[in-house]
């Protein structure tokens, strides 16, 4: 059985179990009765053990969902503003392009990055972890490590600069930059994804 079939039993043990219990009460009190739910509720020790139980489960998930949804929504959003603004007409005044040494300069201006090699290629890490990549696929080129949310603003924003790095790698998110088409901006927001997406948390919250 695929994990996903499983998920899918249980969703309806869940849902089937609760309810096979809950409707027939309803039905032999003819409405929701909620001074009497709550009495039945709490009828006994075992009863109010499990009925605790759920309701504190129920509100650390609501609040662990609002949390989590806030801080993406919040980091998609903003980038996606920035994806956006590449198309504005003021953006393309800006003639300084990236060079490689552009690239490397801000790549070690983040927290703790360092420069390291593997293949071949120069590489920037983060606590041991690689967040950008140069001189890959080519000289001309970098790779930066984003979320495939951003990677697909990006790609949609500017698909001359930006593209998907072929295979597993790059549907995991990290996307080639072309370094003479791209802005240094571009560059230093599209490092500074990498750089958040692959930092420890205590060091990606001061950026």
Same mark, same amino acid.
Request: charge should be positive.
């Given at each position: ?22 409707v027939p009460w309803i039905i ?51 980038f996606s503003l920035f994806a ?9 005044? !800006? ?6 040494? $552009? ?9 703790? &990055? *360092?420069?390291? %090699? ?26 930066? !490590? ?6 697909? $603003? ?9 593209? &998907? *790095?072929?295979? %597993? ?18 560059g230093r927001e599209a490092l ?16």
């Amino acid at each position: 059985m695929k994990l996903r079939h499983l998920y899918l039993v249980f969703c309806l043990l869940g849902l089937l179990l609760p309810y096979s219990q809950f409707v027939p009460w309803i039905i032999e009190h003819h409405a929701l009765n909620m001074p009497l739910f709550m009495r039945d509720l709490f009828a006994n020790r075992i009863s109010a053990f499990f009925a605790l139980d759920v309701i504190v489960s129920a509100i650390v998930l609501l609040v662990f969902i609002g949390y989590s949804f806030r801080r993406s929504f919040a980091r998609s959003a903003a980038f996606s503003l920035f994806a956006a603004s590449r198309a504005r007409p003021d953006s393309w005044f !800006k003639t300084e392009t990236m060079t490689t040494d $552009d690239f490397r300069k801000l790549a070690l201006s983040f927290p703790e &990055a *360092v420069e390291s %090699a593997h293949m071949h290629h120069p590489d920037f890490r983060v606590c041991g972890k690689i967040f950008a990549t140069l001189g890959y696929p080519d000289e001309n080129s970098a790779v930066v !490590k984003l979320t495939p949310d951003e990677q697909r $603003d990006l790609v949609r924003s500017d698909p001359n600069i930006f593209q &998907a *790095v072929k295979g %597993a790698w790059g549907r995991r998110g990290n996307t080639s930059i072309h370094l003479p088409a791209a802005k240094i901006e571009i560059g230093r927001e599209a490092l500074s994804a990498a750089w958040r997406n692959t930092a420890p948390k205590r060091l990606a919250q001061t950026r």
